[in-house]
């Protein structure tokens, strides 16, 4: 199958490409793959949703219906003690006057409609496993992976070939961390001129709570407990429509203490004093986690490469400060759309390399936005009071001061076991608190059993070896889906054991690992969780 365009991920960024794309050439072919069961289904956001993207992309989304209900109406930023908390004041980045409280995953799907509407043809359900190269190593399409193969790598009764897509330009917009992209950054050395990567894990539950307890468009950010001052981290809780409460806590990934376990951290947070009252005769509805991009303007990489770009999170565009990336992600698929159409009109060839793109970017008002705010975010690296004078200083001075602060990678920043005291978690409650499994069931999360493991162990030894003696094998904790597990074989040996069904993707494991020893790949098919409104 050729097109013009293929995009690779149906998120805000890869739509906003697509719908972009038709709207300045109605004749170009365009296609999105999507690795999730329908759009939406792997879509995981807080969210709050600036709409300075959208009004430009679809400037009558309103009367077109797009699902922006709840406006923001109240910012409350509080610095969480263990049986209280005080004032803080909230920082000009996170003020949110004029943004929306939203479902991604609802908005997704609306964006979904314009753009077939246009004419773009979108096939969820298809995983994109591999990328196409020609003779000169030039990008020239995707491959989806086969379905019907067993556990053992058999073909099946079921077994039906991927099928390749062919594209003059591939516009890779698979989110944080996308599994293609990361080959992409060390086939092309993208990171050559760029800091390594920094992220986060977070965490979220939907709730639907006591109508006298909801107050719509109320937005409460925390940090401090139940973060040690070492730990970059904070929550997050906001008042949709309905009596919904998105309530979600994030870890930086770079966390030395290999005990910590984010998603218990998640769990220990809602039984602050100030906070489970909100939940009392409450219902969690829904769960989910997922990795996000936190390195900011000094770790995006080179954009382009020969027969496509990145857009989106896998190029890393989230705002950290401001707590929002959506509608940088948005604008950079636009960027991108207009650079390729561009680009085409005088390129018939596949594999060429859209240069303008980069330099299109760099004109931006994302460009400006995040090189504004590029050293609060590594300020944290040096703890808690560092990082709060940093912002503040960086915050006065609207980012002028004449040095960027550096990143760094953050499976190496994790310490030895040996170093550190086990963290003593309190039980789940099942009603405020829940177990890992408990809350993965709310994912709707699912994986066919019989087919290769999409968690790879590039040495199936290290685990135990290595992870196991000097880490006390810290996937078992930094995995908020109960994926790893250390068990004993029939030998009475120690081994690791990988339960890949319950996977809800995001990503955690492949950027973790003090090893490097875990590569995600995709599933085959729809595989994954089923987010409905997350």
């Not at 516009?171 to 293609?180: D, I, N, P, T, Y």
């Not at 009392?280 to 509805?285: L, S, T, V």
């Not at 069931?441 to 968690?455: C, I, K, Y």
């Amino acid at each position: 199958m050729e097109y013009d365009v293929v995009i690779i991920g149906a998120g805000p960024s890869g739509l906003a490409c697509a719908i972009k794309l038709k709207q300045l050439n109605q004749d170009l072919n365009v296609c999105i793959l999507e690795k999730g069961s329908e759009v939406g289904a792997h879509i995981l956001s807080g969210a709050v949703f600036e709409p300075r993207a959208l009004n430009e992309l679809i400037p009558d989304w309103k009367e077109k219906g797009a699902p922006l209900i709840t406006k923001a109406k109240k910012d409350i930023f509080r610095f969480l003690t263990k049986t209280g908390s005080f004032w803080f004041p909230t920082p000009p980045q996170m003020h949110n006057k004029g943004n929306y409280i939203i479902s991604l995953g609802n908005l997704t799907r609306w964006l979904a409609e314009q753009a077939e509407e246009l004419g773009v043809e979108i096939f969820p359900g298809f995983a994109a496993a591999e990328v196409l190269y020609d003779e000169n190593d030039n990008v020239i399409g995707v491959a989806t992976g086969d379905m019907g193969i067993d556990k053992d790598g058999n073909q099946t009764e079921a077994f039906e070939p991927g099928m390749e897509l062919h594209a003059r330009q591939v516009v890779f917009a698979e989110g944080c961390h996308g599994s293609l992209t990361k080959t992409l950054i060390n086939k092309y050395n993208l990171r050559e001129n760029s800091d390594p990567q920094t992220y986060g894990i977070g965490i979220k539950e939907l709730w639907e709570i006591n109508p006298e307890k909801h107050d719509a468009g109320k937005i409460l950010h925390t940090i401090g407990w139940p973060m040690d001052k070492e730990t970059y981290g904070g929550s997050w809780l906001y008042h949709l429509e309905d009596n919904l409460v998105s309530v979600g806590f994030v870890v930086g990934l770079d966390y030395k203490n290999p005990y910590l376990s984010p998603y218990q951290e998640m769990q220990r947070y809602k039984t602050h004093p100030e906070i489970k009252d909100l939940f009392e005769g409450g219902r969690r509805i829904a769960y989910g986690a997922r990795a996000l991009v936190e390195g900011g303007f000094q770790s995006i990489p080179k954009l382009t490469f020969p027969g496509g770009v990145l857009i989106g999170d896998t190029a890393g565009f989230l705002n950290t400060p401001k707590i929002k990336g959506n509608h940088t992600a948005m604008k950079s698929g636009m960027v991108a759309a207009e650079s390729i159409v561009a680009h085409l009109s005088t390129n018939e060839e596949f594999g060429t390399e859209c240069t303008s793109y980069q330099s299109d970017m760099e004109k931006s008002w994302v460009w400006s936005e995040l090189k504004k705010v590029r050293n609060i975010r590594p300020g944290f690296h040096k703890g808690l009071l560092h990082g709060l004078i940093n912002a503040a200083f960086e915050t006065i001075t609207a980012g002028l001061a004449p040095w960027t602060l550096k990143n760094h990678a953050d499976h190496e920043q994790l310490g030895k076991a040996s170093d550190y005291e086990p963290i003593e978690y309190p039980k789940p409650d099942g009603i405020l608190t829940f177990d890992r499994l408990t809350n993965v069931s709310f994912s709707n999360t699912n994986h066919a059993e019989d087919q290769p493991v999409h968690l790879q162990l590039i040495d199936p030894s290290i685990p135990v070896q290595v992870n196991l003696k000097e880490y006390d094998e810290p996937a078992q904790r930094y995995c908020p889906a109960g994926v790893y597990e250390i068990i004993k074989d029939d030998a009475e040996e120690y081994k690791l054991q990988i339960n890949s069904q319950n996977c809800v993707h995001c990503k955690t494991c492949d950027i973790k690992d003090p090893s490097q020893n875990i590569n995600w790949v995709v599933p085959q098919g729809s595989d994954g969780p089923n987010y409905p409104n997350m």
